[in-house]
Nanobody, 113 residues
Framework: QVHLVESGGGLVQPGGSLRLSCAAS??????MGWYRQAPGKERELVAA???????NYADSVKGRFTISRDNAKNTVYLQMNSLKPEDTAVYYC?????????WGQGTQVTVSS
């Protein structure tokens, strides 16, 4: 059984920054990523990173968000800069391997003045 613990969400003003963390139990996962879901919208992929360090970002966050991982700690991070009100959503950590596909509990990110 995989356990994920998310942290780092909160309330920030437009242009501010937040850093999300997701610590996973078990072995190293092939893909670790972040999804988000705003009220009335479908859950969407924000960013993903492979065990080798290859990354993929949604067009809406390119240049502002950076995903990284620490394989020794089995933790994935999402550094969010230049935040916009449109980034307001619940952010979910997701980890995958040939054996697992697990989701975190979600953390609220609110960007408002």
């Amino acid at each position: 059984q995989v356990h994920l613990v998310e942290s780092g969400g909160g309330l920030v003003q437009p242009g501010g920054s937040l850093r999300l963390s997701c610590a996973a139990s078990g072995s190293i996962f092939s893909i670790m990523g972040w999804y988000r879901q705003a009220p009335g919208k479908e859950r969407e992929l924000v960013a993903a990173i492979t065990s080798g360090g290859s990354t993929n970002y949604a067009d809406s966050v390119k240049g502002r968000f950076t995903i990284s991982r620490d394989n020794a700690k089995n933790t994935v991070y999402l550094q969010m800069n230049s935040l916009k009100p449109e980034d307001t959503a619940v952010y979910y950590c997701n980890v995958r391997s040939i054996f697992y596909n697990a989701w975190g509990q979600g953390t609220q990110v609110t960007v408002s003045s």
